[in-house]
C-alpha cells in the first residue's frame, strides 16, 4: 500500500511540475545584502510533497537566517499558522514581515502524507528549502521535497545545527550568501527538481546519490505516526541511523543534517533502507556510496592540467593551470569567468603555485623562473623577475603582504614585496636545510 | 738648597699671576686685545696736528730752551679703538637707562681701565719707548688714559721731533713747543699725542672784588683795599652816591635758589654723608674756612685735603680759587663733607696741578669716596690744542662712567674764551670767539654765571628800598634776601645792556668805545668779564691754529633753544656769579672769607674788625652747583653720574617757560629752572679782530658777537639757574619713555630690513644688535645666519624722558626642506635586516639623512639599514634630513613600519621541512618529517604530508615534529592538503579521493571521501561557504565537495589577520 501510494504521488508531482510551467519564476537569486530594514513580506505559494505525494496538514514555517554565529537561532517569519491543504499546497499572504536583504528559507514540519486516515500526522516529518533574499522572492512558486531537502541540507550544512537554526557569523555573510546560491545549482526549487537552474554547463552533479538520500529521508517522511503516538518504526529506524554527539535526531532535517556533517554515517544500514524499485527518487543507488558527501564536477573555464587551487574572500576558485599556461577562475557557485582558455596575461607559463593575495588578486609561479600577479579579473599588474627565483614551486603571502617563494630549482626562498619589488637578492635566501622545497606556508 | 728654594718661589709666584688673570677673564670681557702690531721705529713718525700753542709765536720766542731744563707732568693721552668707544658709549647709555641692567652700574677705576683702557702690552710698548728715549715714566693712570712721564728738555725735543723754546707773553715767561710734536707711526693706534709740552696753563674763573670791612657796631662797610682796579662792595652799604651794594651770603643764596627748605626739612637734605671734591692747585688756611662758617652760621663741616704729589703748599695764584671753592661748596651743601684735593702746578710742569688733581679724584674714587667733583679753571679748546682736549674729555668721561657728577666754570670770558678775564684795564677780545674746554666736554656739567638783577627796579632813585632785600641783616646769618631776585646774564663789562643804561649809553658799542677813553681805569669796563658760553667747536686745532670739530652734541642736549648747530653747547646751567661792579655802581658780589696773600688776615673773630672778601666769577657759581648736587645725590641715595642728561630733561619737562622768567617769576613757583632771559655774554672787541663786529664807522672798538640770554636754553646762561628745592624734588620724577618694538620672525635669505621702535618720547632711537646672527646698520638688518636674533632699542633722553632702551627677539628660522620617502614596503620581519629599500628618503637638498625607529609611544633608536628591530609591532620611522648648508632647516618625515614576528616553511620533497624567520633560517638544516604540501593551522603548527603521501605529519612554530605520521582515513598518495575553519585538514589522494584529518586522527572511512569525479587531484582549497574544491589533473576538472568543511579565513587574509584555520 505504501508503495503504491508512493506512485501516485509521483503522478501528481509530474503534475504539478506542469502547472507550474510558465510562472516563470524558478530560480532564487542570493545576490542581495544583508539588512536591518523590514519590509512586509510578500505573498507566497507552493506545494509540499512528501515521496511524491501532497502533504496535507503540514505546518508551514519562514525563517530568516542568523548573522550572530554558525548554527545559531534563525528568526521566524509568520504570524500566523499556515498550513497546507488537502493537495499539499499552502499560501503564504503577507503574513510575514521580511528584514531587508535577510536569507531566508521556508520549512514544513508535520502533516499527512496522503494516508487514508483524515487526522494521521507524520511529527517527525520536516522538509525545507533554501530561499535566497527576502526582496527576490515574489512570487515564487515553491515546491518542497526531499530534494530541496537535500539540496539545502547539504550546502547549508556547515551553517545548520536544526531547521530552526541556520546561522553564519556577521563577518561570513558571503560565505552562507554563497552557500544558498550553490542550492540553486542543485535543484530547481520551483520545480523541487534536479539539477538546479544556475548549474555550469558541463558540471556533473551526482544525482544518483542525491536521489538516493531523498529516498532514505522519504523513507519516514512517507509515514505517519504511530497510532497513540511515536514516530513511525520507519522514522524510527532513520533516526537510528543518523544520530550526532547529542543523540538521535526527530525529524528529518535533523537526520540530513547529521548525514551531511558525518558523511561516512551508516552507509550500509541507510542504503538498505530503500527500495531500489519502490524509492520515489530515480536513480537510486543500489549499493552504499562511501560517503555521504555531495561533490559537483565542473570543467571548462580553460582548465587544464591543473595544478593549483586557491579560493578567495568572495568565495572565487581560483585554479594554475600547468597544461594551457593559464590560470581558470571559477565563481563560488563553479561559473567560469576565465573564457574557454583561461586567463593568459602576464606570461603565465606552467604555473606550479597560485595564492590569493589579501586584496583578492592572484601570485601565479611560473616555471619560467617568474611570477605573474593578475587582477581579479585576470588582468596584468605586474609580472615580476628576479629575487633568485628558480623553479619556483610554492608561494605564499606574508602579514605583511609580501610575497614569498619556494624555490624547487635551487633550494632557496625568494621574497618580494605586494608591489613585485624583490627583496632578496638574485640568490635568493639560503640555508636552513633547504632541498628542493615543493611547497611554501607562512603562519 | 737656597737655589731650590728661590727656584720654587718663582715657580709658585707664576700660577698666581696665571689665576689672576683667568679671574679677569671671568668679568665677561675678555682681555683687551693689543693694537700696537709694528716695531716702533723713531725714524716713521706721525705728526700730531695741534698740539702748538697759539702763543708759541715767532714775536714771543725767546729761543730755545737749555737742553738739560727739567720737564714734568707731561702726559701722553692714550686712545681707545673703535670697538672700545663704541662699547663705552653703549654702557654709559645704559647707566644712565633705568631699563637697562646697567643703570646706574658704576665702573671702578680699574675696571675702567680693564675695559676701555689699552692692553697691557700696548702699555708696556708705549712706557717703554719713552724710557727708550730717556724719558721717565712717571704714572700710568688706572683709568689707562694717560701715561704721565718727565725727562729733560734735550729728550722730549728727540723723542717728539721738536723744539722747546722759551715765550715770553704778556710779561709772563713760557715754554713750549715751537711746532708740533711727533711720535713713532707704530704706537699711533693706541696715542693719541701728548697733552701738552708747553706751561700755558689754565686760569682760575675767579673775579676778585674788593676786600671790605664791616664795622659790627654801625654796619659802616668799608674797603679795605681801595685799590686802583676793581669795584667796592659790601653785602648792604649805601656808597657815596647812594647806590646800594647787595653782597651775597650763604643764607642769601640759599633764600634766593630756595634751598632752606631743603636744610630744613627732616631730615634735612644739606649734603650731609656726600663727599664733594675740589681739584685745585694749592692748599688752604682752613681757619679761614671755619672763620666764614661760624660768620654766616653754617656748621662747621667736615673738611679735608689730599696732597697726591705732596703738599703744594699756598700758591698765591690759586690760594683764593681754592678757599671760595670750599667755602662755596659748603655753603650750599652744609652738611657734606668737602674734600680739597691739590697738587702743584711747578714751573716746570706741563699739565696743570688741578688737572693731575682731578685724575687723582677719578683715579681713586673708591679711597677719595667723592662722586661729585668741581673745578674752576679755564682755558679754550684752542689753547688746549687737540691731545689737550682729548687728555681732559676723556678723563671727565672716565669719571662720568664712574658715576661722579663733575662741574666745571663755564668760564669767565664771556663768548671770548681765549681772551684773558684777568685784565681790568682796557682788554678787548682779540681772539675771537672760544669756549673754555675744561668744560666743554659732553661728560661735564659747565656751570655758567648770572648776575642778580635788582638794580633795574630801583635804578635812578637813590635811597629806594629794594623789595628784594631787607635793610637788616639776619642775626647771626647776615642774611638779607627776601626770596628770589630776577637774574640777568652776568656781564661786567661795557656790553653789559644795564651798564649801557647806566651810563646812558647808545649802545653797546658806543659804551664800549666811551668808556675805554677812560684811563684812571676805576670805570674802564672796556675788558673781558661775564659769564662764558658758547659752541664748541675748536677741539681740533691745525697746525696753524685753525679750529675745526667741537665735541659733537651730545644725545640729552634738547630742547627749547637749543641750537640745532649738531655741537656741543655750553654752559648747562648757571648760577648767580658777580662780584660787584665799579664803584658808584649798584650790584652784587659773593663773600668769601680769605686771609690770604694781601690784606688783613680774615678776622671774624674780631668784633671791631670784621673782614670780608668779595669774589665772584663761574668759580663760585660751580662749587655752588656742585653743592646742590650733594643735595641731589643725598636725596637720591647714591652717585648719579653725570647731571645734564637729567638736567636737560627736567628742562624739557617745564612746559610753561614764561612762568619761570627769570625777570617775573615770583616766589612759591614750582619751577625747576630759572630762565634767564636777558642780558649777554658779547664782549668788547678790537675792530678787525676775529668775530668783531663794528656798526660805527671809525669806532676803534666793536662787540665780538656773543650770546643773548632767550627764552628757554640760551648760551649764555644755558639752562638757567635753579630752585634748588624743586630740583631735588623733581630729580628722580624724569620719567622713563615707554617703548615698544617688536620684529616679526624671518626666514634665512629675507632681504635686509628697517626696525622702528616706538615710544612716548620723541628722543632719537638707535639700534644695536645684541646678540644673533645679523649685522645692523643705522635701522636697517641684515639677515647673516640662523637662530635668534637680539636687537636692542635705544633711545636718547630727551623732551623730558630719561633715556630708555628696549630689546626684542625674533627668529630666523632656516630655509624649509624636505624628506621624501617611498620605501619599497612598510612591512618588516622581527630581527631581520632593514635594508636599503625601506631606508630610502630622499632629501630636498644635499646634506645627510639619518633615520630612527620608535615602537609605539618609545623611544627612538637610530638605525641603518643593517639594524634589526626585534620586538614586533607599528613603528614610526623618521628620516630626518641634516642639510649641509648650515642655514636650511632639519627636516624629517615619517612613515610606519610594521614589524611582525613571522615564520615561513619551505617543505622539501625528499621528507624534511625547513623553518625560516623572515629571511633567516631558524636551524641551520632542515628537520625530518613531511615532504608534500604545507599548511598552517589556527595554532601557527604547520601540517605537511610525509614522503610518500600517506600520512600526516605536523610541526610546531619551533619547528618541532609534534606528530610524525597521522595514517588512516583513506589517506593514499596523498598530493595535497588544506586546513578547513574548524582545523581540519583535508588531503587529496592519488587515488581520486579525499581524506579529513580532524583533531588529530582520521575522520573519514578508510575510503575517504569519493565522487565528483575525481581524477589525479593535484591541490585541494576550501572556501567560505565550507565547500572543499579539489583540481583534477587527470581530467581538467574541478570537483567541489558541497558543505563538508568548515568555512574558513582565505589563506592570505588569514595570515595577514592571524585567523589561520579559522571561520570567517
Known sequence: MILFSRQRMALAATALTFALTGCGANMISSSATQGSAISAGVPLEGTVFGGQQPVSNATMHLY?????????????????????????????????????????????????????????????????????????????????????????????????????????????????????????????????????????????????????????????????????????????????????????????????????????????????????????????????????????????????????????????????NNGNNSVTKLSDIGAASSGTNGFTAGNISAPTAIAIDAAGTPWIANSTNTLTHLTATGTLTSFVTGGGLNAPSGIAIDSNGDIWVSNAGNSTLSEFTSGGTALSTTTGYTGGGLNLPKAIAVE | MKNFQKAFCCAFFFPVLAMSGSVFAQTGRGPVPSRIVNSVDNDRVTRLEGNTHPFARPEFDQGMVAAQMPMTHMLLVLQRSPEQETALDQLMAQQMDRSSANYHHWLTPTQFGQQFG??????????????????????????????????????????????????????????????????????????????????????????????????????????????????????????????????????????????????????????????????????????????????????????????????????????????????????????????????????????????????????????????????????????????????????????????????????????????????????????????????????????????????????????????????????????????????????????????????????????????????????????????????????????????????????????????????????????????????????????????????????????????????????????????IMALIQQKMGGPQGLANPILYQLAAAETNLAACNSSTVTNGNSCVFYDTTSGTNAMVCTSGDPNCTVNTAGDKYGVLSGYSAGTGYDLTTGLGSVNAFNLVKAWSAVPSPTMTFTIPNKTYGAAPFTVAASSNSTGTITYNLISGPATISGATVTITGTGTVTIEAFQAPSGGFLAGSITTSFTVSPVATSVTWSPSTTTLFAGNAIGTGILDASGSVAGTIAYTATLGSGTPTTITSTSTLAQVGVYTLTATLTPTNINDATSSTTINLTVTSAYIWAVNPAGSISEFYGNSPVTSSAVSGGGIGAAVDNGNNLWTINAGGNSLAEFNSSNALIKAGITGGGISGATNLAIDGSGAIWLVNSNNSVSVVSNGSAFTPSTGYTGGNMSSPSAVAIDISGNVWISNSGNNSVTEILGAAAPVVPTATAVKNGTLGARP
Open chain 2, 118 to 627: 689699552a692692553s697691557d702690552a700696548d702699555v708696556t710698548q708705549v712706557t717703554g719707548w719713552l724710557q727708550s728715549q730717556g724719558l721717565t715714566v712717571d704714572k700710568v693712570s688706572t683709568g689707562r688714559v694717560t701715561i704721565e712721564f718727565s725727562g729733560p728738555a734735550s729728550q722730549v725735543q728727540a723723542a717728539f721731533h721738536t723744539e722747546i723754546h722759551n715765550y715770553l707773553v704778556n710779561g709772563e715767561a713760557h715754554f713750549a713747543n715751537a711746532s708740533d710734536p711727533s711720535i713713532p707711526e707704530a704706537l699711533t693706534p693706541v696715542v693719541a699725542g701728548v697733552a701738552s709740552l708747553n706751561n700755558f696753563f689754565p686760569k682760575p674763573q675767579l673775579r676778585e672784588g674788593r676786600r671790605v670791612h664791616r664795622d659790627p657796631r654801625t654796619g659802616a662797610i668799608t674797603p679795605v683795599d681801595d685799590g686802583a682796579t676793581g669795584p667796592d662792595a659790601d653785602f648792604t652799604r649805601t656808597n657815596s652816591s647812594g647806590y646800594t651794594i647787595q653782597d651775597v651770603t650763604p643764607y642769601d643764596f640759599a633764600t634766593i635758589y630756595n634751598l632752606l627748605p631743603l636744610w630744613n626739612s627732616t631730615p634735612a637734605i644739606n649734603g650731609a654723608g656726600q663727599t664733594i671734591a675740589i681739584a685745585g692747585e694749592s692748599a688752604i688756611n682752613t681757619a679761614d674756612v671755619t672763620a666764614f662758617q661760624a660768620a654766616f652760621g653754617l656748621p662747621s663741616n667736615t673738611l679735608t685735603s689730599i696732597y697726591p704729589n705732596g703738599n703744594p703748599g699756598i700758591d698765591k695764584n690759586n690760594v683764593e680759587e681754592q678757599e671760595l671753592d670750599v667755602e662755596w661748596a659748603g655753603a650750599t651743601a652744609p652738611g657734606a663733607t668737602i674734600v680739597l684735593v691739590a697738587e702743584a702746578t711747578p714751573s716746570s710742569g706741563s699739565t696743570a696741578g688741578f688737572q693731575l688733581a682731578a685724575q687723582y679724584v677719578i683715579d681713586n674714587v673708591e679711597t677719595v669716596k667723592a662722586t661729585i667733583l668741581s673745578e674752576s679753571y679755564g682755558n679754550c679748546e684752542q689753547s688746549l690744542g687737540t691731545t689737550g682736549n682729548q687728555a681732559l674729555n676723556t678723563l671727565w668721561q672716565q669719571g662720568a662712567a664712574e658715576g661722579i657728577s663733575i662741574f666745571g666754570s663755564a668760564g669767565d670770558e664771556g663768548s671770548a674764551g681765549c681772551d684773558s678775564s684777568s685784565v681790568h684795564s682796557l682788554n678787548p677780545s682779540t681772539k675771537g670767539l672760544n669756549v673754555n674746554g675744561i668744560s666743554s666736554s659732553p661728560y661735564i656739567t659747565a656751570v655758567g654765571g648770572t648776575d642778580l638783577n635788582w638794580q633795574t627796579a630801583t635804578l635812578g632813585s637813590a635811597g629806594a628800598t629794594s623789595p628784594y632785600w631787607s635793610t637788616t641783616n639776619a642775626s647771626g646769618t647776615q642774611a638779607t634776601a627776601l626770596g628770589y631776585i630776577p637774574e640777568v646774564a652776568w656781564n661786567a663789562t661795557c656790553t653789559d645792556p644795564y651798564m649801557v643804561t647806566f651810563f646812558s649809553a647808545a649802545s653797546a658799542e658806543a659804551n664800549c668805545n666811551s668808556l675805554a677813553k677812560m684811563t684812571n681805569g676805576l670805570s674802564n669796563l672796556a675788558y673781558i668779564t661775564g659769564g662764558s658760553g658758547g659752541v664748541s667747536a675748536c677741539t681740533t686745532v691745525s697746525s696753524r691754529g685753525v679750529c675745526s670739530g667741537g665735541y659733537a652734541k651730545p644725545s640729552w642736549q634738547s630742547g627749547t633753544g637749543v641750537p640745532a648747530d649738531g655741537k656741543r653747547d655750553v654752559p648747562d646751567v648757571s648760577l648767580f656769579a658777580g662780584s660787584g661792579l665799579p664803584d658808584g655802581i649798584p650790584g652784587s658780589s659773593y663773600l668769601i672769607c680769605f686771609s690770604g696773600t694781601g690784606g688783613a688776615p680774615c678776622t671774624y673773630s674780631n668784633s671791631s674788625d670784621v673782614t670780608f672778601q668779595e669774589v665772584g666769577g663761574t668759580s663760585v657759581s660751580a662749587p655752588a652747583m656742585a653743592g
Open chain 1, 64 to 320: 530568516a537566517v542568523s548573522t550572530s554565529g554558525y548554527g545559531a537561532a534563525s528568526t521566524s517569519l509568520l504570524t500566523k499558522t499556515v498550513t497546507t491543504t488537502s493537495t499539499g499546497s499552502f499560501s503564504i499572504a503577507g503574513d510575514y514581515t521580511c528584514p531587508t536583504g535577510a536569507l531566508v528559507y521556508i520549512v514544513a514540519t508535520q502533516g499527512n502524507p496522503g494516508t487514508a486516515s483524515a487526522t494521521a500526522n507524520n511529527s517527525a516529518l520536516a522538509m525545507m528549502a533554501g530561499l535566497g533574499t527576502c526582496s527576490s522572492i515574489a512570487g515564487t512558486k515553491i515546491s518542497i521535497n526531499e530534494l530541496t531537502t537535500v539540496a539545502s541540507v547539504w550546502a547549508l550544512s556547515p551553517f545548520m545545527t536544526s531547521y530552526s537554526a541556520v546561522g553564519t557569523s556577521a563577518t561570513n555573510v558571503q560565505g552562507i550568501t554563497n552557500a544558498f546560491a550553490t542550492i540553486n545549482n542543485i535543484v530547481t526549487v520551483s520545480t523541487g527538481t534536479m539539477p538546479g537552474p544556475t548549474l555550469p554547463t558541463g558540471a556533473t552533479l551526482p544525482t544518483t546519490l542525491i536521489n538516493t538520500i531523498a529516498d532514505i529521508l522519504a523513507t519516514c517522511i512517507n509515514t505517519v505516526d504511530q497510532t497513540g503516538g511515536g514516530f513511525s518504526s520507519d522514522c524510527s529506524s532513520l533516526f537510528s541511523y543518523t544520530p550526532n554527539t547529542k543523540g538521535t535526531p526527530t525529524d528529518t532535517i535533523q537526520a540530513a543534517i547529521n548525514l551531511s556533517q558525518n558523511p561516512a554515517e551508516s552507509l550500509t544500514s541507510l542504503t538498505q533502507l530503500i527500495s531500489a524499485i519502490g524509492a520515489p527518487y530515480q536513480p537510486a543507488l543500489s549499493s552504499p556510496p562511501t560517503s555521504w558527501t555531495l561533490a559537483i564536477n565542473y570543467v571548462g573555464g580553460g582548465l587544464s592540467n591543473p595544478k593549483a587551487i586557491a579560493t578567495d574572500a568572495s568565495g572565487n576558485v581560483w585554479v594554475a
